[in-house]
């Protein structure tokens, strides 16, 4: 079955970090740009970070408080947020996508979305 699942998400107060997980199964991710999203209640799903397929390209809505990785062994990536706000609460959700070049990858250029993952915000 070809799912992709995260998991790491959770309660946090301002100023401390969470590590996100992203795992897949039923393909191998490092064939694939893996691109981090949150949405918020009542607001659009935003790009938060990219890794590129190769593995070296990266892009970030937030340089400096996340960063994105990739363990191949695990076939999971990961993001890691540091320094969070109460503006980051939201569900997170990573996806994968082959065809996708670079780190500027349309929406409809992935091909899986996990499930999401709630972050929240709050002291």
């Known amino acids: 079955q070809v799912q992709l699942v995260e998991s790491g998400g959770g309660l946090v107060q301002p100023g401390g970090s969470l590590r996100l997980s992203c795992t897949a199964s039923?393909?191998?991710?490092?064939?694939?740009?893996v691109g981090w999203f949150r949405q918020a209640p009542g607001k659009e799903r935003e790009e938060v970070a990219v890794l590129s397929a190769n593995g070296i390209d990266t892009y970030y809505l937030y340089p400096g408080r996340f960063t994105v990785s990739r363990d191949s062994a695990k076939n999971t990536a990961f993001l890691q947020m540091n320094n969070l706000k109460p503006e980051d609460t939201a569900v997170y959700y990573c996806a994968a996508s082959r065809r996708g070049a670079g780190v500027r990858i349309p929406n409809f250029l992935y091909d899986y979305w996990g499930q999401g993952t709630q972050v929240t915000v709050s002291s």
């Open positions: 039923g393909f191998t991710l490092d064939s694939y740009a």
